[in-house]
T-cell receptor
Framework: NAGVMQNPRHLVRRRGQEARLRCSPM?????VYWYRQLPEEGLKFMVY????????ESGMPKERFSAEFPKEGPSILRIQQVVRGDSAAYFC??????????????FGPGTRLTVT | AQSVTQLGSHVSVSEGALVLLRCNYS??????LFWYVQYPNQGLQLLLK??????LVKGINGFEAEFKKSETSFHLTKPSAHMSDAAEYFC????????????FGTGTSLTVIP
């Protein structure tokens, strides 16, 4: 059973370009979460999605950032007009709808975005 | 609201010595608590979790943690450090009413000295 897949693993963008990060959840998982890890910091929650729905985007910056999880295909985190402060590692996690009140999240290897 | 504090961003121990990584949380409701390990350039791997029941939980690689409600703590321990334990460790909390969002501490980098 393949784990959470993220691509690309490394992405370099110039200021003003767009960055697209992809996440394929584990087989059978219908929930996806995106986190951002800035240098020397912990992971910060960005957004929680189910198929075709954004459930919680309270951690997303108000501008330039968007996320989707279509019915078919991977989840996409899009950053428009990137700035140097967007340089970070972006992690995706996935889970099942456990119904237990908590979801065990499985993390991908991350995409390291560098903005030059 | 939930938050996590990890005391000590860097911890060094000798090989074979006790590992103690500290985690304190604040939560308005009884929390779910997790420890993750991150090796260089890799994603996070779950070490152990506390959700309910026994307050002393055992995880992979010989690690364990104890949930102490009175101290709002969930410290991670391992009796004898191994070189392969060198990594970044993150404590995370999730609330019972907001089970989908994890709040992470800033991490503790563990160095094991031969």
């Amino acid at each position: 059973n393949a784990g959470v897949m993220q691509n690309p693993r490394h992405l370099v963008r110039r200021r003003g370009q767009e960055a697209r990060l992809r996440c394929s959840p584990m087989k059978g998982h219908s929930h996806v979460y995106w986190y951002r890890q800035l240098p020397e910091e912990g992971l910060k929650f960005m957004v929680y999605l189910q198929k075709e729905n954004i459930i919680d985007e309270s951690g997303m910056p108000k501008e330039r950032f968007s996320a989707e999880f279509p019915k078919e295909g991977p989840s996409i985190l899009r950053i428009q007009q990137v700035v140097r402060g967007d340089s970070a590692a972006y992690f995706c996690a996935s889970s099942t709808p456990s119904g237990r009140g908590w979801n065990e999240q499985y993390f991908g290897p991350g995409t390291r975005l560098t903005v030059t | 609201a939930q938050s996590v504090t990890q005391l000590g961003s860097h911890v060094s121990v000798s090989e074979g010595a006790l590992v103690l990584l500290r985690c304190n949380y604040s939560s308005s409701v009884p929390p779910y608590l997790f420890w993750y390990v991150q090796y260089p350039n890799q994603g996070l791997q779950l070490l152990l979790k506390y959700t309910t029941g026994a307050t002393l939980v055992k995880g992979i690689n010989g690690f364990e943690a104890e949930f102490k409600k009175s101290e709002t703590s969930f410290h991670l321990t391992k009796p004898s450090a191994h070189m392969s334990d060198a990594a970044e460790y993150f404590c995370a909390v999730s609330g019972r009413n907001t089970g989908n969002q994890f709040y992470f501490g800033t991490g503790t980098s563990l160095t094991v000295i031969p």
